[in-house]
C-alpha cells in the first residue's frame, strides 16, 4: 500500500486548496506520496515541502510527531 493512501483525508483536502496556487508544488507532493510506501522512505526535502503547504494546525506537533509521521497519518498507520 503506498503512503497516500495512508494519510489522514484532512491533510489530503489541505493540500488539494493549496493546487490552485502551487501546482507544481501539489503535484511534487503528491508524486512523492505516491512513490513510497512509509514516511520514512520521504527524504527531509519531500517533507520540509510538505509541511510548507500544510496549514499551521495539520504540522507535527513536536520532534516524535514529525520524526514518525503521525500528524499526516490515519490512526490505523500510526507507530
Avoid: C, W
Amino acid at each position: 500500500m503506498k503512503l497516500i493512501d495512508q494519510v489522514k483525508p484532512e491533510i489530503l483536502d489541505a493540500l488539494k486548496e493549496s493546487k490552485i496556487r502551487y501546482s507544481s508544488s501539489y503535484k511534487a507532493i503528491v508524486l512523492s506520496l505516491s512513490d513510497v510506501e512509509r514516511y520514512r522512505e520521504l527524504t527531509i526535502n519531500q517533507v520540509d515541502n510538505l509541511i510548507t503547504f500544510l496549514p499551521n494546525e495539520l504540522h507535527p506537533n513536536g520532534r516524535t510527531d514529525f520524526y514518525y509521521g503521525d500528524y499526516l497519518l490515519q490512526k490505523e498507520y500510526q507507530v
